[in-house]
């Protein structure tokens, strides 16, 4: 298979991860009712999460937008993870969670995307070790798959940045935000009654 081919895999996940966070999201309540200090320190917590993913998927794309299927990255946020686009879209998910006031969704939000990753990600390395060989091998050697590591910083001294990548990149991480709107009418839906509370969450 190659890289487009994972790149289809990828977005078929994802939107299957999506669609069961929203599910979980429209009939969970969380313990501390919406005006709760409580209830609004974990929305905030969330939200400072999707800001992290916003700005961290906008900075990751200057180096990667463009040339995935051309170029093997390990500069910038690509010397501290293999995957910095996957790990800041992690911190997303779990921030969409936590909009409903939840820390339990937001862990389960966070883990949805975790697992959905992995899946893709063991998919892709197989595809740049056949296409890049021992220098992609050297990469995964030294470099985490997730989780950055700040001594192992890079960069290089000129970057050719491609904008209209790097905007639908951008783009793209914005959606995070719907989730503040979304967990806010789910709410207001269920005050109504309209929709059930299936399981009730701290």
């Keep these: 298979m190659d890289l487009q081919g994972v790149q289809t895999i990828r977005n078929v996940v994802l939107l299957a991860a999506f669609a069961v966070a929203i599910l979980l999201v429209a009939v969970i309540r969380p313990v501390y009712p919406g005006g709760h200090a409580v209830h609004e320190l974990i929305e905030w917590i969330g939200l400072v999460l999707i800001v992290i993913c916003v700005l961290g998927r906008s900075w990751s794309s200057l180096y990667i937008a463009g040339r995935k299927n051309s170029a093997l990255q390990i500069h910038g946020s690509y010397s501290l993870c293999r995957n910095p686009l996957y790990f800041f879209a992690i911190l997303g998910s779990a921030g969409m969670g936590l909009q409903t006031g939840s820390i339990v969704l937001g862990l389960i939000c966070g883990a949805i995307a975790a697992v959905a990753f992995f899946y893709v990600v063991t998919r892709e390395e197989h595809v740049f070790a ?23 910083w890079r960069d290089d001294k000129t970057l050719k940045i491609r904008a209209p990548s790097v905007l639908t990149i951008f783009i793209d991480a914005m959606i ?21 509370t299936l399981l009730v969450l701290p």
Aim: charge should be positive; hydrophobic fraction near 40%; charged fraction near 30%.
């Design 130 to 152: 056949k296409k890049h060989g021992k220098t992609y091998r050297d990469y995964v050697a030294k470099v985490p798959r997730f989780i950055p590591r700040s001594d192992l």
């Design 176 to 196: 995070f935000l719907l989730s503040v709107p979304i967990a806010e009418g789910f709410r207001y839906l269920r005050e109504l009654g309209m929709i059930p």
